[in-house]
């Protein structure tokens, strides 16, 4: 298992509030971000695996949709987040 109670409790700590609040935006797309990364490796071995494929896109969206309502309520903390997990936009 690539994402187990350890590396979660660690991602909320580091980029949420606290380890135990999980929902946080920032804490939520430090979360997508890293199961991102995690399928784009597998589907960089694995072409045709067209399930996963849709769960990347649907996660990417998910994350966007987190990162615009972000931008909305607090320029700062998007920006803070963007920069913490190098992503673009």
Known sequence: MYLTAEKKQELFKSFGSS??????A???IALFSYRISHLTEHLKKNKKDFSTQRALIKLVGRRRRL???LKVKDI??????VKALKLRK
């Open 19 to 24: 380890e135990i609040d999980t929902g946080t």
């Open 67 to 69: 990162l615009d309502y």
């Open 26 to 28: 920032e804490g939520q």
């Open 76 to 81: 700062e903390r998007y920006r803070e987040i």
